[in-house]
C-alpha cells in the first residue's frame, strides 16, 4: 500500500545532541509537511516542501531544519534539542493536482523524548 | 482568513449510542473541510472531506458529516459507536487549493464506555 513512513517511531535524545527525524513516502505526492504535536494539542506546522521550494512558517525556531533530497524523503533535524522540544513529530504529504489534490495524508509520527 | 471551533474538548458516549462532535468554521472563501482521528501514539487519518461537492459526506468507519453553509457548521456522527472509536478527532478547514495554509480545531477526545 502507498503510504508516508516515518522513522525512528520513538527517539530519545539528551538536552542539546543533535537529532534527525526522516520521513518517505511512495504516493509521489509533491508537498511534504514537518508537523510538531505536543500533548492534548492540535498538530502545528513547522514547514513544508512544495517540490523542491521550502516554506519556513514565520514562528518556527532556527534550531529546526529540513532537508529534501528527492521527491520521496523529507528529513527534520533539530540542531539543539530541549526540553520543551519534546512532542510528537508528523510528517505529512499531499499532492497538487489531480483526485484526491489537497488531503493531507499523515505518518504514524516520530516520538521525540528529551532528557 | 480562516479558524476552526470545536464546540466540544471531551464528548462521553455509551458503546451502542449516537455519536455527535461538533465543529463551526470561518472562511472568507469556500473551503475544503476534513474530519481526522488520531488514536494515542499514531499519526492521523483521515475519515472524511468535503470539497464542494455533496453537502452530506461519507466516511469510514461508519461516520459521515453535513457541510451547512448557513450555519457554518461541519459536525461529526455516527449511528452507533464502537468501543474503537474512542480517540481524539480533529476537524480541519483549508483553502481548496492549498493544504498547507491548513487549520486545525483543538481537537475532541472521544470516550466510548462499556
Known amino acids: 500500500d502507498a503510504m508516508v513512513i516515518q522513522n525512528p517511531r520513538y527517539q530519545v535524545t539528551q538536552f542539546g545532541k543533535p537529532v534527525t527525524l526522516s520521513c518517505s513516502q511512495t504516493l509521489n505526492h509533491n508537498v511534504m509537511y514537518w508537523y510538531q504535536q505536543k500533548s492534548s494539542q492540535a498538530p502545528k506546522l513547522l514547514f513544508h516542501y512544495y517540490d523542491k521550494d521550502f516554506n519556513n512558517e514565520a514562528d518556527t525556531p532556527d534550531n529546526f531544519q529540513s532537508r529534501r533530497p528527492n521527491t520521496s524523503f523529507c528529513f527534520l533535524d533539530i540542531r539543539s534539542p530541549g526540553l520543551g522540544d519534546a512532542a510528537m513529530y508528523l510528517c505529512?504529504?499531499?499532492?497538487?493536482?489531480?483526485?484526491?489534490?489537497?488531503?493531507?495524508?499523515f505518518g504514524a509520527g516520530s516520538r521525540l523524548t528529551v532528557l | 482568513a480562516q479558524s476552526v471551533t470545536q464546540l466540544d474538548s471531551h464528548v462521553s458516549v455509551s458503546e451502542g449510542t449516537p455519536v455527535l462532535l461538533r465543529c463551526n468554521y470561518s472562511?472568507?472563501?469556500?473551503?475544503?473541510l476534513f474530519w481526522y482521528v488520531q488514536h494515542p501514539n499514531k499519526g492521523l487519518q483521515l475519515l472524511l472531506k468535503?470539497?464542494?461537492?455533496?453537502?452530506l459526506v461519507k466516511g469510514i468507519n461508519g461516520f459521515e458529516a453535513e457541510f451547512k453553509k448557513s450555519e457554518t457548521s461541519f459536525h461529526l456522527t455516527k449511528p452507533s459507536a464502537h468501543m474503537s472509536d474512542a480517540a481524539e478527532y480533529f476537524c480541519v478547514v483549508s483553502p481548496f487549493t492549498n493544504a498547507g495554509k491548513s487549520t486545525f480545531g483543538d481537537g475532541t477526545t472521544l470516550t466510548v464506555k462499556p
Open positions: 468535503y470539497t464542494s461537492a455533496a453537502t
Open positions: 505529512a504529504t499531499s499532492k497538487t493536482g489531480g483526485t484526491g489534490a489537497n488531503v493531507l495524508t
Open positions: 472562511s472568507s472563501y469556500s473551503p475544503s
